[in-house]
């Protein structure tokens, strides 16, 4: 969410776009809804880029004997997703401790770094001397993780896409031919406009892309709306394996892709129920009201 970058990452982005001849309003808009507006997560007292771990990527680059010992551990699998990312980020950072443990090159290429959700094998392609490299750079701040993030845009091909506003392109080139599902392309195109113009964001722009490891008051919001459609939770405000499950159930009820994701058809499911609901009820008390007269 936009609204949620604070004014000194504001500048950081802008910084970096001016570096790298690309447009600041174009980057922020890119910057803000792919992060769902989230830099950094406190771990252990130090503010860190947010990261997933991968399993299946640490899995293949494994020896024979590592891998063995990090499937007993839980930390690998040949299967895409099998090893499930903690919604806590500091929780994942001791799962990539872990992995660390076992063998630090590998566990670093099985991380996506920072708000670009960059993934650490990319480091050769992208010209870094080492992928420890690579994490340095998303390590040290705003600026460095959104330079990680230029740097990727910039090898995959995408500058023109993103200084043409070829919205569409720019998703598919940077999120992969599904970006339609999640209105990713509607969603920078509206970023860009408040960020160029200053004109207020539409809905859709607004609720953003919630997501396991999504924190913050949309969160909670999220969560009072589910437990009043019958998926009880607490609103703690993050988006942690609860929370994930009961999505889910949600989108398979309703008939959703039920892939924890929450965009702008998830969204508008939840409301269309919560006012169906609404409906309900008050119809379910006037009858009782009327057959008690």
């Known amino acids: 969410m936009p609204t949620m ?21 174009a980057l922020l808009a890119v910057t803000a809804v792919e992060s769902a507006g989230q830099v950094f997560a406190l771990v252990e007292g130090r503010q860190e880029p947010l990261i997933r771990f991968e399993g299946h990527y640490f899995d293949r680059r ?29 929780d994942r950072w001791k799962m990539l401790k872990q992995a660390a443990a076992i063998d630090a090159k590998a566990a670093y290429e099985s991380v996506s770094w920072g708000l670009g959700q960059v993934m650490g094998a990319h480091w050769q392609w992208l010209g870094y001397g080492s992928v420890e490299a690579l994490v340095d750079e998303a390590r040290s701040g705003a600026f460095g993780q959104v330079r990680l993030m230029v ?28 970006y339609k599902k999640n209105a990713y392309d509607e969603k920078i195109a509206d970023t860009y406009g408040h ?20 924190q913050g008051e949309a969160v909670a919001d999220l969560q009072r709306r589910l437990t009043a459609l019958g998926y009880p939770l607490s609103a703690d405000g993050i988006f942690g394996p609860a929370t994930l499950a009961a999505v889910e159930r949600f989108q398979a009820d309703n008939g959703l892709d039920a892939d924890g994701l929450v965009g702008k058809r998830t969204g508008e499911a939840i409301q269309t129920a919560l006012v169906s609901g609404g409906f309900i009820r008050r119809l379910w008390t006037w009858l009782k009201r009327w057959l008690a007269s």
């Not at 604070?6 to 001849?21: D, F, K, L, P």
């Not at 990727?152 to 998703?171: C, M, P, S, T």
């Open 5 to 25: 970058f604070s004014e000194n990452v504001i500048n950081e982005i802008r910084q970096a776009a001016q570096e790298a001849g690309l447009e600041p309003a």
């Open 62 to 90: 494994l020896s024979a004997d590592k891998q063995a010992l990090a499937r007993e551990r839980g930390l690998a699998s040949p299967t895409a997703g099998a090893v499930a990312n903690p919604g806590i980020q500091a």
């Open 151 to 178: 740097r990727y845009i910039e090898k995959a091909g995408l500058v023109e896409a993103l200084r043409n506003h070829d919205w569409q392109a720019f998703a598919h080139g940077y999120n992969g031919p599904g």
């Open 195 to 214: 960020y160029a113009t200053g004109k207020p964001l539409k809905a859709i722009a607004q609720s953003s892309l919630l997501r396991p490891g999504s």
